[in-house]
Antibody, heavy 115, light 114 residues
Framework: EVQLGESGGDFINPGGSLRLSCVAS????????MSWVRQAPGKGLEWVGR??????????EYAAPVKGRFTISRDDSRDMVFLQMDSLESDDTAVYYC??????WGRGTQVTVSS | DVMMTQSPLSLSVTLGQPASISCRSS???????????FYWFHQRPGQSPRRLIY???NRDSGVPDRFSGSGSGTDFTLKISRVEAEDVGVYYC???????????FGQGTKLEIK
């Protein structure tokens, strides 16, 4: 059974940084493309970015609102993907989901950016 | 950038009756490899999203056959043949054919039971 588990969400001041983690199990992680998707309170789904699998170069792509501030990385030895979030803004407040390109989803982790 | 527009934004359906949700893309979603990277998701209140349909019309594992997807190019439809209580929640369409901007969701359609 595929499982994804996010962690690292917190309450943080504007301008701060936070690193989210997602641990995967139940599938071959090394070649899996992984995305982060967020959902602001009461709002819809918004794709944040993705990282390709090792066989595809492990390259990353980002949505315009987070490009230059967020960085996705992966550790295939631990079946984990990370979302490093810098220069956080109040608009980044959301539940952040890790997903295998939409097929499987974690339960999400809450990030609140507020002073 | 490609935009995804869903209609209606809310839907009230009697149990056992059909329902239909439309999603229109601002650009054709037919990709150069011949595939159309268009998806439907369902999110129940307080839960994570669940993918229902991939590449326009393919049901994900475990998705009841009362759900069906159709369409091509810029116009797509999700149909529920007979709505059940567990179908309440918000339905989202999503495109993955245009990069950038990357995966793009529709605004969501909230389905409730009348």
């Amino acid at each position: 059974e595929v499982q994804l588990g996010e962690s690292g969400g917190d309450f943080i001041n504007p301008g701060g940084s936070l690193r989210l983690s997602c641990v995967a199990s139940g599938f071959t992680f090394i070649n899996a493309w992984m995305s982060w998707v967020r959902q602001a309170p009461g709002k819809g789904l918004e794709w944040v970015g993705r990282i390709k699998g090792e066989i595809d170069g492990g390259t990353t792509e980002y949505a315009a609102p987070v490009k230059g501030r967020f960085t996705i990385s992966r550790d295939d030895s631990r079946d984990m993907v990370f979302l490093q979030m810098d220069s956080l803004e109040s608009d980044d407040t959301a539940v952040y989901y890790c997903t295998t390109e939409g097929q499987h989803w974690g339960r999400g982790t809450q990030v609140t950016v507020s002073s | 950038d490609v935009m995804m527009t869903q209609s209606p934004l809310s839907l009230s359906v009697t149990l056992g009756q059909p329902a239909s949700i439309s999603c229109r893309s601002s650009h054709s979603l037919l990709y150069s490899d011949g595939n159309t990277y268009f998806y439907w998701f369902h999110q129940r209140p307080g839960q994570s999203p669940r993918r229902l349909i991939y590449k326009v019309s393919n049901r994900d594992s475990g998705v009841p056959d009362r759900f069906s997807g159709s369409g091509s190019g810029t116009d797509f439809t999700l149909k529920i043949s007979r709505v059940e209580a567990e179908d309440v929640g918000v339905y989202y369409c999503m495109q993955g054919s245009h990069w950038p901007p990357g995966y793009t969701f529709g605004q969501g359609t909230k389905l409730e039971i009348k």
